[in-house]
């Protein structure tokens, strides 16, 4: 740190209260702390940008603070952030860098801290990801873990660096970027990310994204890709992407690529069988009894939905199948699955973190901003798993203690009543996307305590909404490190 930015900090106080919009975000500033979230960006994180009060790596944490804190742009953390020295310190700093500092810095990033940023958060995706865990059972119980990926267009000025035309839903003839991502339903927390020019097509990217996802997720002999299925739409779905995920052991749901070959192959169908609706009109499904060779044995079902525009009467599609006993409506019903959820990841970044607007005109600038809102996406999912752990260890505990009471011939009534307020927390939290966790959970406002440059305690205002089960859920997971939680005085 330099004697500049020394004798530019105030001395802090060994006590400090005040009043913040986001005491809650505050609140599990020790937490953060305590699992090196940031300080890994500190440690290998280098940017070649001169420091005079605040670490280029310390703009790229407001990045993120700016995120939690509901900015859609980075010009808003002024208005923000900036102002909130309440939550800036219980973070550790005493100010906030001016938003065209920050936006210098992203501009002045080079290839060479993409790729370590990158690393930082592979390194904090095995440390702290659930989706392993999951994968390791799915080995253990020889059971299938199911992996999405997908492709979704950026629009940006066409002047911007990596704008090119390509397909942009529900857009013709727009500049913008490609940004793929691979993630695990059940979790849905972002495995690898990556940005790429306009022009870039699903197809073109996929054994690129597969390298990174085999690195987040440990996948490195085929018996542990055999246990891994790939759910994939018909962008993914050609003969080289599916044979190369079959030559390295993977499980498959896919889409084939080609409208044509698939209406081709539905002609060997022997019998139709009417399946329920999507929502979009009566479908009908069938065992493809030709089927198109690849390199492993696959089953293929064809599916086919009613358009009059068509000669034939009918849209066709047929998934490539390797799972040789499950029954075709759930296999349908699996594939159906999909279509919920890379999309609704998409748009709960969207709207909770701003993805979209987040746009620079630099390739560079561009793909760090993306990997810090990778960051701030994957930091919510897990702060809301350990905040539904530490809650299903307490219930344990009550149960644990309600028996020995039980034992003693005590009163068990209030250990019941404990019982259920954790259950209905628990639900309240896992209905909770990343919109909702930015916009009310990280947004409580309160008093913050803080000794010696640590959150010690919160007040939170008790007049919000199932407030009582928020305070819960925050004491059960931030007592262990140090933080009081309760409800101010009305």
Known sequence: MSKKRNQCQKRRKRKQTGQTAHASLAGFAPLIESKGIFDKIHQQVEIPQKEIIYRPTDKLIFVVLGLFVGCEHIDEINHRLRPDKVLLSGFGYDSCADQSVIQDTLDGCVDANVIQLKGVLRSLYVEHNQSQALVREAIEQSLTATIDMDLTGRPVSENAQGAKKGYFSKKRGIYGRQLARVLMPDTQEIIAEELYPGNRLSCQVFIEMLGEMEQGLSLDTKEKRQRVCLRLDGGFGTDKNINHALWKGYQLLAKMFSGNRARVLAQSVQQWVDVD??????????????????????????????????????????????????????????YDARSGVPESTFCQDNQGLAQRKLRKHHFVAQQMLMLLSQLAHNLCRWLKQWMISALVAKDKMEQSARLMIACQRAETQQQSISSEAIRLTISSIEQRGIRRWVRQLFALDGVIVIKKGVVTSHPLNANYPLISRFQLAFETLLKPVGVRVRLAKT
């Open 277 to 334: 609706a999507d929502g979009k009109g009566t479908r009908q499904a069938g065992w493809v009894t030709k089927t198109h060779r690849y390199g492993r044995k696959t089953r293929q079902l064809a599916v086919r939905k009613p358009n009059p525009k068509k000669k034939s009467g009918f849209n066709y599609v047929v998934l490539v199948i390797t799972d040789m006993t499950r029954d075709m409506l759930t296999l349908l019903r699996s």
